[in-house]
């Protein structure tokens, strides 16, 4: 619920070819009018300073991202459109789209019953978006409807799936592990799946720390580049 900073692991698994790995971390902070996330990334498998992509984004009602990457000339982030939100993220098949989640604020929605999800019963609905999302030119997997599961003890969101217009499904993710720091239960590890190429992207929390101190300037996007807070060592607990 507070301020909080999250170290995590990308694990990209191709159906065919080699798995690429990807590090980074988070600074979270929630609000009146939505949490805002800093995100910042890392391809090990690439050299130079452009293998550092940087994503700020504020959720709520009028969800809005930025998009900065460390090779880019200027510290000026750019602003994403709703067509932007599709792309990539590092080449993996994560997407702001995924990230910002905007389909759990969608007004149209069809409550379809309870549902099992990995052994817990799950409330079902689908999700229409308020108007047609951007078409894709490039591939992108762009949902026409959002199938989201919330677990029906503790109506957090076990499961969502991407659903095109047929109603099959494009992508998923699932919640995989939680785990318990002090009083607060943290997510330890989700799946991503591309239903068309069958790949599988893993995200997994290796450690955290939870009841900082932020700076409100670390959320703005006029200081995407400025460097960041150090999280105090005695505050971080690997999960």
């Given at each position: 619920p507070g301020p909080h900073w999250l170290r995590f692991e990308?694990?990209?698994?191709?159906?065919?070819?080699?798995?690429?790995?990807?590090t980074g971390h988070l600074f979270?902070?929630?609000?009146?009018?939505?949490?805002?996330?800093?995100?910042?990334?890392?391809?090990?498998?690439?050299?130079?300073?452009?293998?550092?992509?940087?994503?700020?984004w504020r959720s709520g009602a009028e969800a809005t991202a930025w998009q900065?990457?460390?090779?880019?000339?200027?510290?000026?982030?750019?602003?994403l459109d709703l067509s932007a939100l599709?792309?990539?993220?590092?080449?993996t098949d994560l997407t702001p789209f995924d990230l910002l989640m905007p389909f759990l604020r969608w007004p149209d929605?069809?409550?379809?019953?309870?549902?099992?999800?990995?052994?817990?019963?799950?409330?079902?609905?689908?999700?229409?978006?308020?108007?047609?999302l951007p078409a894709p030119v490039r591939g992108e997997l762009?949902?026409?409807?959002?199938?989201?599961?919330?677990?029906?003890?503790?109506?957090?969101?076990?499961?969502?799936?991407?659903?095109?217009?047929?109603?099959?499904?494009l992508k998923s993710f699932t919640v995989l592990d939680l785990k318990k720091t002090g009083d607060q239960w943290m997510v330890k590890s989700i799946d991503l799946r591309n239903h068309t190429t069958r790949a599988k992207t893993r995200f997994s929390v290796?450690?955290?720390?939870?009841?900082?101190?932020?700076?409100?300037?670390?959320?703005?996007?006029e200081h995407i580049a400025t460097p960041e807070p150090e999280v105090p060592a005695e505050r971080i607990e690997r999960l």
């Open positions: 990308l694990r990209v698994m191709p159906r065919r070819g080699p798995e690429r790995k990807l979270g902070q929630g609000g009146g009018d939505g949490a805002a996330t800093k995100l910042t990334s890392t391809d090990t498998a690439v050299t130079g300073a452009s293998n550092t992509e940087m994503l700020l900065w990457n460390a090779g880019q000339r200027g510290e000026t982030p750019r602003q599709f792309d990539p993220l590092q080449q929605f069809v409550y379809e019953g309870v549902a099992n999800v990995r052994g817990r019963p799950a409330h079902a609905f689908l999700l229409y978006p308020p108007a047609p762009v949902p026409a409807a959002v199938r989201v599961f919330l677990d029906t003890q503790f109506s957090a969101m076990t499961q969502a799936e991407w659903l095109d217009a047929a109603g099959a499904t290796l450690a955290v720390a939870t009841g900082l101190e932020l700076p409100r300037w670390l959320f703005q996007p």
